[in-house]
């Protein structure tokens, strides 16, 4: 689809399982942990820990209960470890993209500020971002219509687009602004699956999107 893009454009984008998938976030972060409580046979934890959740499992009871570990001090490597994720393909090149024809760029994004962060930082997009909207910081999670009023706030235009993923919880506000939804597209490695629940067009996207290649910035 097009996207008419010049310095009265705002396109703001939500990050997990948008901009990458928030899987690879969990399996770099399991990693880390297995690294921690079992140094020299890490893989052999990091398998059975990965099994357990793609089985519905809770791995950290799991693992309170074989290791002299916290339940807090599990959650402190999961949110803190330094994350190996990495872009979905073509996202660059419409951030260039936009970026070239004098438009701006947001992000709104559910979650704890230094963890958010730590995954922009490692997604390497910091210098493109306009406006970075977290829950943590302002107080809301999406769908509190607060969380994209804080992008008109911050980036004057006249023309607003929003790109996520959630059914659930990502365009309904931005529906009720007037602004433009996409949804991409679960490619199959998603957390949130259940898209097909949300039937009430408040929920939906304007426009559905398998890839960022789809995305034509005029």
């Known amino acids: 689809m097009d996207i008419k893009v010049d310095e009265h454009t705002v396109v703001v984008f939500d990050l997990d399982d948008t901009l990458y998938n928030e899987l690879d976030y969990l399996k770099s972060a399991y990693k880390s942990i297995a690294e921690f409580l079992l140094p020299d046979n890490w893989q052999s934890l990091y398998s059975k820990m990965l099994s357990m959740y793609r089985s519905r499992l809770n791995v950290f009871e799991f693992l309170i209960s074989s290791f ?3 339940k807090e001090s599990l959650l402190n490597l999961y949110r803190n470890h330094n994350p190996d994720i990495q872009l979905f393909e073509d996202v660059i090149e419409v951030f260039n993209a936009i970026k070239s024809k004098g438009g701006y760029i947001g992000i709104i994004t559910d979650g704890r500020s230094a963890t958010q962060r730590a995954k922009i930082k490692s997604l390497g997009i910091e210098h493109y971002v306009d406006a970075l909207i977290i829950s943590e910081e302002l107080g809301s999670e999406k769908p509190n219509i607060q969380n994209f009023k804080a992008i008109e706030t911050s980036l004057k235009g006249k023309c607003y687009y929003y790109i996520g993923d ?10 009720g602004l007037g602004w433009t939804s996409i949804g991409l597209i679960d490619n ?3 957390i949130h699956f259940e898209s097909y629940k ?3 067009p408040q929920n939906l996207p304007d426009y559905l999107i398998i890839g960022f290649d789809e995305l034509r910035i005029v």
């Open 68 to 70: 002299e570990v916290s």
């Open 166 to 175: 959630n059914f659930k919880k990502d365009f309904i506000a931005p529906n």
């Open 188 to 190: 199959g490695k998603n």
């Open 198 to 200: 949300e039937e009430n």
